[in-house]
């Protein structure tokens, strides 16, 4: 699915082909929530990096955020989480460590995005105390990282491939 995105202001516009386009997770990890949601939360897509061609280039942004690693020391991040310079809109994250991949954020995407059967609530951890969130029957809740990744999530649902 060609997954076409913008900023608020649109100095930034993007594609990217997924074949992972369900929004499934919602993040409450305190990166995710301070600098992409305005829910407390926000929610990665999965596309392949290869594929992604930008519009007003100059105007990204990058931001790699200071995380604690095993032993509670703070390092910077090897994610890049790009944005816009101008209205500070989230557009997508990548990582080295998987560079086939990169992860843009569905508040950032136009496309028509199809309706998840079930959701992924993630990092409940670091939710903060105000958000309230309501887990559906089906829904799968972790107090840090789900046990399967947006592609076996995807197979498991049988949605790779499906029609969206």
């Known amino acids: 699915m060609l997954l076409k995105g913008s900023c608020h202001c649109k100095a930034v516009r993007f594609e ?10 919602l993040c409450y ?3 995710c929530r301070k600098t ?8 990665n ?3 392949e990096f290869q594929t992604l061609s930008i519009e007003g280039k100059d105007g990204v ?4 955020a200071k995380i604690k690693n095993a032993k509670g020391i703070p390092q910077v991040s090897s994610g890049e989480r790009s944005f816009c310079g101008d209205c500070g809109s989230a557009l997508w994250v990548w990582d080295p460590r998987w560079p086939e ?6 508040s950032a995407i136009d496309t028509e995005l199809p309706v998840p059967p079930e959701k992924t609530y993630l ?6 105390s105000w958000v309230e969130h309501h887990a559906g029957t089906q829904d799968k ?4 990282y789900p046990d399967e990744s947006i592609a076996q999530w995807h197979q498991r649902l049988g949605l790779i491939g499906k029609e969206h």
């Open 29 to 31: 990890c305190s990166i």
């Open 101 to 106: 991949l990169v992860h843009p954020f569905a």
């Open 123 to 128: 990092m409940l951890d670091f939710k903060a």
């Open 45 to 47: 897509l999965s596309g």
């Open 36 to 43: 992409a949601g305005g829910g407390g939360y926000a929610i």
């Open 141 to 144: 809740q972790f107090a840090l």
């Open 61 to 64: 942004r990058i931001y790699r």
């Open 16 to 25: 990217v082909e997924s074949h992972h386009p369900y929004p499934y997770n």
